[in-house]
């Protein structure tokens, strides 16, 4: 049974930081790229960040700078550091094996003004 479990959210004022992990089971973990998204209120999924199996590094550009993408296969963990963090990006982040259906079932990120 495949299996990705984000956490490491929580509340934090604007311009702190908060590093989310996501734990995966189930699959051979390195084989993948993974990816981070998020939901904000209201609004569509949209990709944060991917990072392949060698570790080569893709942002979306609202992102780019703030946050880092990284990943340890011998623990099978993907992690997602994020800075200088902003209200908008208050979201449901979740972590997915690209190309695949398995995502994992999110972490509340809320950054307060």
């Known amino acids: 049974q495949v299996q990705l479990v984000e956490s490491g959210g929580g509340l934090v004022q604007a311009g702190g930081s908060l590093r989310l992990s996501c734990a995966a089971s189930g699959i051979i973990f390195s084989y993948y790229t993974m990816g981070w998204y998020r939901q904000g209120p209201g609004k569509q999924r949209e990709l944060v960040a991917t990072?392949?199996?060698?570790?080569?590094?893709n942002y979306a550009d609202s992102m780019q700078g703030r946050f880092t993408i990284s990943r340890d296969n011998a623990k099978n963990t993907v992690y997602l550091q994020m800075s200088s963090l902003k209200p908008e990006d208050t979201a449901v982040y979740y972590c997915r094996a690209e190309g695949t259906y398995y995502w994992g079932q999110g972490t509340q990120v809320t950054v307060s003004s």
């Open positions: 990072i392949t199996s060698g570790g080569r590094s």
